[in-house]
DNA sequence: TGCCCGATTAACT
DNA sequence: GTTAATCGGGCAA
């Protein structure tokens, strides 16, 4: 069994940890499947939620790491990250895709899909139907991803991982802090202007 | 208090 | 390719 991910693995640079977080195992009661895409935030740069400063809503940000961040997106959608680095940097990483592993039946539930057979790349593939396929929300907001409901495993190895610019933002769009699994049918969006590391 | 806008998604043309 | 849905945070007044 792969070994679970602890406070120190979390505590480390964000842009260390994102890549290392590709293959890695991620479980919700149960649900869930291996990370394939996420991306990196830092309280420097005017992408992050943390930029201006602590705010009731980015509180957990500016806790200790290992712990999860969860902020309603658009109004309609749940989004989860995982704090990182040293309490104060007020970093995370956004988890945006999951190849579907365990709890299948629950997720094609929950996102109102057919349980027949059918493509499941429609589960997991963004950090909205993520979280609304685990059943995330904010009510969850500031738990510890170490102990349930929050199951983490490393990846066994190494990934091929693949790295580009960030979805969905206006600030700080050059900045090539979004992480893949390079060739993965499971991404939100292919990867372009990438280039492979291991 | 009021207004603007977003780390998105699905359903269009 | 475009756009509506939907609502809380953040900031100006």
């Given at each position: 069994?792969?070994?679970?991910?602890t406070?120190?693995?979390?505590?480390?640079?964000?842009?260390?940890?994102?890549?290392?977080?590709?293959g890695?195992?991620?479980?919700?009661?149960?649900?869930?499947?291996?990370?394939?895409e996420?991306?990196?935030?830092h309280?420097?740069?005017?992408?992050?939620?943390?930029?201006?400063?602590?705010?009731?809503?980015?509180?957990?940000?500016?806790?200790?790491?290992?712990?999860?961040?969860?902020?309603?997106?658009?109004?309609?959608?749940?989004?989860?990250?995982f704090v990182?680095?040293?309490?104060?940097?007020a970093?995370a990483?956004?988890?945006?895709?999951?190849?579907?592993?365990a709890?299948?039946?629950?997720?094609r539930?929950?996102?109102?899909?057919?349980?027949?057979?059918?493509?499941?790349r429609?589960?997991?593939?963004?950090?909205?139907?993520?979280?609304?396929a685990?059943?995330?929300?904010?009510?969850?907001?500031?738990?510890?991803?170490?102990r349930?409901?929050?199951?983490?495993r490393?990846?066994d190895?190494?990934?091929?991982v693949v790295?580009?610019?960030?979805i969905?933002?206006?600030k700080?769009?050059?900045?090539?802090?979004?992480?893949?699994?390079?060739?993965?049918?499971f991404?939100?969006?292919?990867?372009t202007?990438?280039?492979?590391?291991s």
């Amino acid at each position: 069994m792969a070994k679970r991910l602890t406070r120190a693995f979390f505590g480390r640079s964000v842009l260390e940890v994102a890549p290392d977080l590709i293959g890695a195992t991620l479980l919700f009661n149960g649900v869930g499947g291996r990370i394939v895409e996420v991306e990196a935030y830092h309280h420097s740069e005017p992408a992050a939620h943390s930029f201006g400063g602590p705010t009731p809503r980015n509180a957990v940000m500016f806790g200790p790491p290992g712990y999860a961040y969860v902020y309603r997106s658009y109004g309609i959608h749940w989004c989860l990250n995982f704090v990182c680095e040293p309490e104060g940097s007020a970093a995370a990483v956004l988890i945006r895709a999951l190849e579907p592993a365990a709890g299948i039946a629950a997720m094609r539930r929950r996102r109102g899909m057919p349980q027949g057979a059918f493509d499941e790349r429609a589960l997991c593939s963004g950090p909205g139907k993520l979280c609304e396929a685990l059943a995330v929300t904010d009510r969850h907001n500031g738990l510890p991803l170490d102990r349930a409901p929050f199951e983490l495993r490393a990846r066994d190895g190494n990934a091929d991982v693949v790295r580009g610019v960030r979805i969905g933002i206006t600030k700080a769009v050059e900045k090539p802090w979004r992480y893949g699994l390079k060739g993965s049918r499971f991404l939100s969006r292919p990867f372009t202007t990438s280039r492979s590391f291991s």
